[in-house]
């Protein structure tokens, strides 16, 4: 079956938060009600994307994977629809590093991808990939802070909105996140 779309998006090769980038400016162009065809390589994209359309209002429609290339379908919202907002709590990558130093009781919840995750990741971090986390949420304690990473801070501006959702009370969204770590990393 061959999926109709008003405009296509090439994203292939290119790795979070690139492809959320190229789709949001794409998508402020698009008219209301329009179909857009994201073509990219990166596996965390469908989560990526499906969580960013649930948080801006628009429309996650669906994936069709074609070999190594993933086709995600999104609708341009309507004007009604809810704009996209951004996890007002952060902690700095400094600051958690000294927070490490102390010692303190909390949970660090890594949600990139499982490859991402075991190639290099903070000390004693839990990694529970974005596209997983809203069928793994009994895995997190919830009695304790919980400070959530990415690459970047997108994906987990976007699990921070999600736990918030669902009930957890102290998070935080670490930014910039394993992009610019410079504390202590463990890998395979």
């Known amino acids: 079956m061959v999926i109709k779309a008003d405009i296509q998006l090439d994203a292939t090769g290119l790795a979070c938060p690139m492809p959320i980038v190229k789709t949001k400016k794409v998508m402020a162009a698009l008219e209301e ?104 949420l009994g895995e997190i304690d919830n009695d304790q802070p919980v400070f959530v990473v990415c690459r970047t801070g997108s994906r987990s501006d976007l699990a921070c909105q999600k736990l918030v959702e669902k009930g957890f009370k102290n998070v935080k969204n670490v930014v910039p996140g394993m992009s610019k770590w410079n504390g202590k990393k463990e890998s395979l």
Do not use: C, M
């Open 33 to 136: 009600g329009r179909v857009l065809e994201v073509e990219a390589t990166d596996k965390g994209s469908k989560a990526d994307l499906k969580a960013w359309a649930e948080s801006t209002g628009h429309q996650y429609l669906g994936t069709v994977e074609e070999g190594d290339v993933l086709r995600h379908y999104l609708r341009k919202s309507s004007g009604e629809e809810k704009e996209e907002r951004s996890f007002p709590h952060t902690i700095s990558n400094e600051e958690l590093e000294q927070k490490l130093s102390a010692n303190d009781p909390f949970v660090i919840l890594d949600v990139r991808e499982e490859a991402e995750f075991a190639f290099s990741h903070i000390q004693d971090a839990v990694n529970i990939p974005l596209g997983e986390l809203e069928e793994r």
